[in-house]
Structures are given as structure tokens and as C-alpha cells.
């Protein structure tokens, strides 16, 4: 969960190499190690699970094929009485449900996922009956995700990394690990381990991050990635040039539309779907894989368990998977469907070391990822036959809109602690 207690912001006190942002695009660099497909973008989403976002396409839209939601789903209260799925009512939710190391076992409940509603009380000290972790949205609030699951890869056995919040996954996703850490409360160093950013740049593979207010890769306190810290709207410009490097990673705004409640959902389909265009639209469209997901399932309910995963740190827990998450995968060389390959963040690591050529695997969970690549039409690539673009629906809904109906709600809109300490350490943001 990603409030001030130190969540994806206050983390950043003291790491200067945020602070040493490029002031102009990266320049491509050429190599294109992966043939057809030399551009590969990733995106990390917050707090949302399965379900929560897509169960609505086999309870609503019939749709067999996907795991998702039926009738007569429940989770006890902690009376025992039973709390059922119900479509979303306020979009801005607030307070959004538990999701740390103890209420996700809670909500594991021994694998039967049936401490959803009890967690969501206990900790919030709420009176029965209470059915927000047990809502889900359907296709009017996710347009741009339910249109690329209709044309692309959507995983329905992706899992969190490891079944707490936030800032251990968001790790795990750079690096294939989380050093130990457990839970928000971060540590006051940066991370040492090894990351997918470390092997690109040794392998001479030119890589961004562009960010919209909070830099991740921060964390990691490496002044030698500050020339590959962009801030998004330089994405928006290098896509349009073709200006890409090979490997990208886009940060949704932590402040306002990154999916995490009490955000908007429409705020992050902006969010998306601006992304998505910008490469349909791009001269590397015909090259290009975007791949994102989320990095848990922020409280909400998902009926499948999740199992457990090599890992190095097995025997303190950390082998234990999350809960599942959104997980899409598209582009001119993405085979359409729903896939069952059982996936979790390390697997985005070792598609990009599959795509280039990089053969060391940083950790034992890196080395028994899923292979991606199963996704992908190797026919049409070998044959130089990308598919068009997807169409995406309108939002017929603005920005302005959408945020004045938090307000109205009573629910802020961004977050005034972190935009005054932003400004604060970082100025130039």
C-alpha cells in the first residue's frame, strides 16, 4: 500500500540519482539484438487483482475461456455471514482495502481465499456487512484494458511476486528478488542487488525509465542510471521519433493515476491507452512489445490461490506467490487468447533476457520464470507480418470530469503530502 509511511515516495529522500535527470531524450542506440522485436516496453499498474478487473468477462460477458468471476461467489464477515461479489459503486475508493504480509495471509486464509471481507474489517475496524473488497469492474470502467484483452495475450495465471504490498513487488520486478524485504517500511539505504537494468547496461543494450512523478529505480541509489531517467512526457516524444531505446519501462503517476484507490479507474486507462497509441503510432510500432501488469492485488478479491515459486529466501516466506493480478501482453507480433501459462513478475526479466541474449539469471526465482515468449506468433515474425494496431475505444469521460467526481465524493484527488514533498527534494519535477 502506498501511503506516507513509505511508500513509493518518501523512499526517496537522500537518493540523489533521481535528482540527475537527462535533460534531453536517450539516443537510440541501434542494437536491435532481439530481430524483429527490438523494442520492448513494460509497465507496472497498482493494486488491483484479477478479478477485480477482469472477472467481469465470464460473469458478464460469458466468456468460458477466462477464470474469472461467477454467480454465488462469497466471502465470510467476521460473523460468518456471507459477503457476496458486487459491481463497483464508488469508483474512488477509499479506504482501499489491506494488502501487507499479515492481512494477505489473512486473506489467503490458508489457500481457500476466503479472508477478503474479515481482513478488510479487521483492519479498518468496520462494522458488518462491508462488500468493497469483494466489488469488481466491468468494461465501462476498463475500456482500454478489456479492448486489449479481446486482441492480445491476457495471462490469467499471472501472480504477484510475493504475497505482500507494494514496494517487495515493485523489486521483484527489477530484480527478481526483493533483498529481504518484507513489507513498506523500507530500509534507509538503497537496494544492492542486481537488477535487469545492471545486465542491460553491461551487455551494452540501451535502456529508459520514464516516470511520471515518483522514480522507482531510485531505490536502488545508482548515480550511474541517471542518463537513463526520462521524465513521461519525453517517452510520448521519442515514440513519435522513433526514438526508442530497446528495453523501456513507463511509471504511471503515483499522484494520480497509477490504478492504486482512492485513483480513479479512468485515470489510469488514460494512462494506458496514451501509451498504447503512442507506439501504434510510432515507427517502432512494427517492432514493439508492450507488456504490463500490476504489482498486487491491493485487497481486492481473487478466487484463486496462489502457490509458491523457487526463490532463494524460501525458507522465510518468500516463496509464497501473491495473489493474482492483470497481466496483458500485446503487439504486431502477439498472439491473441487467454493464456494459462503461470507466470509472476520475474517472468517480464526473463522474456527481455530471452529477447537479447543475456544468459545470466539473477536470482533462482529469474531462473524458474515462464517463458513470455510462448506468446508470441515466431511465424509472422520470422515472415515479417506485424498486425495492426488495435482500436481503441473513446473515454468519453475527460480527465477533469472523472477528478471532480472524487472530489464530490470527498475523496482527494492526488495526494497533498506527496506533491508538497516532491517539491520539496525535487524542484525540478
Known amino acids: 500500500m502506498r501511503r506516507l509511511i513509505l511508500p513509493r ?3 526517496l529522500g537522500g537518493l540523489g540519482a533521481a ?3 537527462a535533460a534531453c531524450g536517450p539516443t537510440p542506440s541501434g542494437q536491435r539484438e532481439a530481430g524483429r522485436i527490438g523494442t520492448v516496453v513494460l509497465c507496472m499498474m497498482e493494486n488491483r487483482s484479477f478479478d477485480h478487473v477482469f472477472g467481469s468477462l465470464s460473469l458478464l460477458e460469458g466468456r468460458d475461456e ?3 468471476l461467477v454467480d454465488g461467489m462469497t466471502n465470510p464477515d467476521v460473523d460468518g455471514n456471507p459477503v457476496g461479489i458486487e459491481r463497483i459503486g464508488e469508483m474512488c475508493t477509499e479506504p482501499d482495502p489491506p494488502h501487507g504480509w499479515d492481512s494477505s495471509r489473512t486473506q489467503f486464509d490458508g489457500g481457500t481465499n476466503q479472508g477478503f471481507v474479515r481482513a478488510y474489517q479487521e483492519s479498518r475496524g468496520l462494522a458488518s456487512p462491508v462488500g468493497n473488497p469483494m466489488s469488481y469492474l466491468t468494461r465501462a470502467e476498463q475500456p482500454i484494458s478489456y479492448a486489449l484483452a479481446d486482441g492480445s495475450a491476457l495471462f490469467q495465471r499471472w501472480f504477484s511476486a510475493v504475497l505482500t504490498s507494494t514496494w517487495p513487488n515493485r523489486i521483484y520486478f527489477h530484480a527478481a528478488q526483493s533483498q529481504g524485504q518484507s513489507s513498506n517500511d523500507l530500509p534507509g539505504g538503497p537496494f544492492s542487488c542486481r537488477t535487469i537494468w545492471d545486465q542491460l547496461t ?3 543494450i540501451d535502456w529508459a525509465y520514464y516516470f511520471t512523478d515518483l522514480p522507482t529505480l531510485a531505490l536502488f541509489g545508482r548515480p550511474e542510471w541517471a542518463g537513463h531517467l526520462f ?4 517517452f510520448y516524444r521519442d515514440a513519435e521519433a522513433g526514438a526508442l531505446p530497446s528495453v523501456v519501462c513507463v511509471d504511471p503517476g503515483a499522484n494520480y493515476n497509477d490504478d492504486h484507490p482512492p ?3 479512468l485515470l489510469g486507462q488514460m494512462f494506458l491507452g496514451s501509451i498504447y497509441a503512442a507506439l501504434a503510432a510510432s515507427p ?5 512489445l508492450f507488456l504490463y501488469t500490476y504489482d498486487e492485488a491491493g485487497g481486492f478479491f481473487d478466487h484463486v490461490p496462489p502457490g509458491t515459486a523457487p526463490d532463494d529466501l524460501a525458507d522465510q516466506g518468500f ?3 501473491g495473489f493474482r493480478v492483470p497481466a496483458i501482453m500485446t503487439g504486431p507480433f502477439v498472439r491473441p487468447g487467454v493464456s494459462e501459462l503461470v507466470c509472476e513478475h520475474s517472468a517480464a526479466l526473463t522474456l527481455i533476457q530471452n529477447l537479447f541474449g543475456i544468459d545470466e539469471r539473477l536470482t533462482a526465482r529469474n531462473a524458474a520464470a515462464a517463458d513470455l515468449r510462448e506468446a508470441i506468433d515466431w511465424l509472422a515474425v520470422a515472415e515479417n507480418r506485424p498486425a495492426d494496431p488495435i482500436p481503441l475505444p473513446a473515454i468519453e469521460r475527460s480527465a477533469a470530469e472523472v477528478e471532480e467526481e472524487c472530489r464530490r465524493a470527498g475523496r482527494h484527488v492526488g495526494q497533498p503530502e506527496l506533491q508538497a514533498f516532491v517539491r520539496e527534494r525535487f524542484p525540478h519535477l
Do not use: F, Y
Not at 521524465?231 to 519525453?234: A, E, F, H, M
Open 263 to 265: 485513483h480513479h479507474p
Open 202 to 204: 553491461e551487455a551494452g
Open 19 to 21: 535528482a540527475g535527470l
Open 284 to 288: 517502432q510500432w512494427s517492432e514493439s
Open 231 to 234: 521524465l513521461i512526457d519525453q
Open 9 to 11: 515516495r518518501q523512499v
Open 319 to 321: 516463496d509464497q506467490l
Open 66 to 68: 477466462v477464470d474469472g
